[in-house]
């Protein structure tokens, strides 16, 4: 039994980059396509239910995972969906390394925009049977590793995101609160700039040399095909192999730079505290991460970084 099977599938196209069509399912709740049937002189938009947004970033460290890869959906959040009767969102995007962070920045952008300007007339329209719309001024962000980095983001980017005319032509989007799980919020931590072995999710790397040569092998094989669009993966053994590699080797953190040659881009914890040093009104947000992770330190620099300027609660 799928953990899925309570849930009707509905796969759209949010953007389309150089005819590669990037997509986003909606996971709705069964019980809301139980609900009795309006009568069918009363089928316009206005007896259709209005239902609370749950936004859903899947994960895998940018490089792998994809919309519908099962094993990385909490079941926590499946059940949120049904208990509050929440249209759940997961979208795709662009994966590293043949894809830029840039470029993945831009696809969440993209998604956010096409949310705001056609999502309710889509549903209003091309999906009448389903009797319900979205909800935008009742948006939850979520997301695990990367994506709890991308759900970050859109709660502290929104606002230039969508522009003034594009916020006047459509709903206004509200995201209420963030949950972002064992994200990599901050790629400068020490660890992730120092190469050193190490030992990861109790898996070791190869040594040094072997893993720069794992990397440079997957490099040299994807370069002729640099450009080309990957938005979904299947994890498997030699990418995990690939990632911990990186990491050790700290590539990892030169596939996240930004264009400028620096980390701002995906570096969460600077944006949050330039936010409160602004005295920007920041969402509400429940960052989650383990004291011992092997993979993304980020519990004492967020404290010592973050804790300055924001009311941070520490839980053992």
């Given amino acids: 039994?799928?953990?899925?099977?309570?849930?009707?599938?509905?796969?759209?196209?949010?953007?389309?980059?150089?005819?590669?069509?990037?997509?986003?399912?909606?996971?709705?709740?069964?019980?809301?396509?139980?609900?009795?049937?309006?009568?069918k002189d009363n089928s316009n938009s206005t007896s259709k239910r209005r239902c609370p947004v749950l936004v859903h970033f899947h994960g895998g460290s940018f490089l792998m995972g994809h919309r519908r890869y099962e094993p990385w959906v909490a079941q926590r959040f499946l059940d949120l969906a049904h208990a509050h009767e929440a249209i759940m969102i997961r979208p795709d995007y662009r994966l590293l390394p043949e894809s830029g962070v840039t470029d993945i920045l831009e696809d969440i952008d993209h998604f956010w925009r096409w949310m705001q300007r056609d999502l309710p007339?889509?549903?209003?329209?091309?999906?009448?049977?389903?009797?319900?719309?979205?909800?935008?001024?009742?948006?939850?962000?979520c997301g695990e590793s990367s994506g709890g980095c991308l759900a970050v983001y859109s709660a502290l980017e929104l606002g230039?995101?969508?522009?003034?005319?594009?916020?006047?032509?459509?709903?206004?989007?509200?995201?209420?609160?963030?949950?972002?799980?064992?994200?990599?919020?901050?790629?400068?931590?020490?660890?992730?700039?120092?190469?050193?072995?190490?030992?990861?999710?109790e898996m070791r790397p190869p040594p040094p040399r072997q893993a720069e040569a794992v990397i440079r092998k997957y490099m040299d094989g994807c370069s002729p095909n640099l450009g080309a669009i990957r938005s979904r993966q299947e994890p498997s053994p030699k990418l995990w192999e690939l990632f911990l590699c990186e990491v050790q080797q700290c590539y990892f953190t030169r596939l996240?730079?930004?264009?400028?040659?620096?980390?701002?881009?995906?570096?969460?914890?600077?944006?949050?505290?330039?936010?409160?040093?602004?005295?920007?009104?920041?969402?509400?947000?429940?960052?989650?991460?383990?004291?011992?992770?092997?993979?993304?330190?980020?519990?004492?620099?967020?404290?010592?970084?973050?804790?300055?300027?924001?009311?941070?609660?520490?839980?053992?």
């Avoid at 003034?164 to 992730?192: F, K, N, Q």
């Avoid at 092997?294 to 009311?311: D, E, K, M, N, P």
């Fill in 1 to 39: 039994m799928s953990r899925f099977d309570p849930f009707t599938f509905v796969d759209l196209c949010y953007s389309i980059v150089d005819n590669h069509a990037l997509e986003a399912t909606l996971f709705i709740p069964s019980s809301l396509l139980s609900r009795p049937r309006p009568d």
């Fill in 121 to 141: 007339s889509i549903m209003a329209d091309q999906h009448p049977e389903l009797r319900i719309l979205p909800d935008l001024s009742r948006v939850l962000c």
């Fill in 160 to 201: 230039s995101i969508l522009s003034r005319e594009e916020i006047e032509e459509g709903t206004e989007i509200t995201i209420r609160a963030v949950i972002s799980t064992y994200a990599l919020l901050d790629p400068d931590v020490p660890e992730l700039r120092i190469p050193q072995p190490r030992t990861f999710m």
């Fill in 256 to 316: 996240l730079k930004h264009t400028d040659g620096g980390t701002h881009a995906v570096n969460m914890v600077e944006r949050m505290v330039a936010e409160a040093e602004a005295e920007q009104s920041v969402v509400p947000m429940w960052i989650i991460h383990g004291r011992d992770d092997t993979v993304g330190t980020l519990f004492a620099w967020f404290a010592f970084r973050v804790g300055s300027v924001f009311v941070v609660l520490a839980a053992n």
